[in-house]
């Protein structure tokens, strides 16, 4: 992102000074999993492609790679339909994976899919900002967590209770791989005014939420707030081009690895702070429809 272009991004945005009603901002938070599970509803399993990508991205999802020589095993929050799940246990024969979303219709969908084995896959349904993952998934046992495009569909201030949340089952060194949209995104760009909940938060037609994150965000949460270690932490800038509809422009996110410390008190010490709500004290949890994720 050069100087030039990021200042026309924040040209942009700052014409959008609307925000969403409070009582509608409220009701988008609270009914994210139901909302998600009406797009499910809607679109089945037709509307996103498998993630044939994402070892290319992610070097620890390459077979002959030293976690895949461990038998590891991976957690995917925020699974969808299971588009990373089938690409990535192919490649990987020798991986367990556990995999959640907080729309039983999309969980639902992975259990019906001919390649779903329990021996190899386990899915169920989790809020990861209220649901302990540790009910299903034995303390510090996970190699790897999967998180591509999931936190952006949370509200920001339940972002901290998600980090939280994920370093009850990951293991001492254990890595989160993270990619989503990142603010200055096309998408985000393209909202309308009457969308926008707060600084880069939007709700989209359907009733889903966008968080649209920094790398400064992303290092509050994971290395402030969750203790662990930064590995990798940038903006991945894809060239979006539809000669068609004439469309040339830019889509950014957010890419990172973050890592837990060996040392498990410096993520108990980081984490003093943040509270993860129980189911009763929880509320619950969950424009334009372009998606990429």
């Not at 509608?24 to 609270?30: A, E, G, I, L, R």
């Not at 729309?103 to 019906?112: C, D, T, Y």
């Not at 254990?174 to 009457?194: C, H, I, S, T």
Request: charged share 25%; aromatic share 12%; glycine share 4%.
């Amino acid at each position: 992102m050069d100087d030039a272009f990021v200042a026309r991004a924040q040209e942009t945005l700052a014409k959008d000074t609307s925000v969403v009603p409070e009582f509608w901002q409220n009701k988008y938070k609270t009914e994210a999993s139901v909302n998600w599970d009406k797009f499910y509803n809607r679109h089945t399993t037709n509307f996103f492609k498998d993630r044939h990508w994402t070892d290319r991205e992610f070097e620890e999802l390459r077979p002959g790679h030293t976690f895949s020589e461990q038998n590891p095993v991976l957690l995917e929050i925020g699974c969808g339909v299971g588009n990373f799940i089938w690409p990535v246990l192919e490649r990987n024969p020798n991986l367990k994976v556990f995999a959640c979303d907080f729309s039983p219709r999309a969980v639902g969908f992975v259990k019906a899919h001919e390649a779903y084995s329990e021996d190899r896959c386990h899915a169920f349904v989790c809020d990861i900002t209220k649901d302990r993952l540790s009910d299903t998934i034995p303390p510090h046992s996970v190699d790897i967590v999967s998180a591509i495009f999931v936190f952006s569909a949370l509200p920001p201030e339940k972002q901290a209770q998600a980090v939280k949340n994920i370093t009850e089952i990951l293991k001492p060194g254990g890595r989160v791989l993270f990619r989503d949209y990142a603010m200055y995104d096309l998408a985000q760009l393209r909202f309308k005014p009457g969308h926008k909940l707060e600084d880069n938060l939007y709700v989209r037609q359907d009733g889903t939420l966008s968080y649209y994150f920094t790398v400064e965000r992303l290092r509050e949460l994971f290395v402030q707030h969750g203790g662990m270690v930064e590995q990798e932490n940038g903006y991945t800038v894809k060239r979006l081009v539809n000669v068609k509809k004439n469309i040339d422009s830019e889509r950014i996110f957010a890419q990172a690895k973050f890592q837990a410390p060996i040392d498990s008190s410096a993520i108990d010490e980081a984490m003093a702070g943040t509270r993860l709500l129980d189911t009763s004290d929880a509320a619950q949890s969950d424009g334009m429809t372009m998606r990429t994720d």
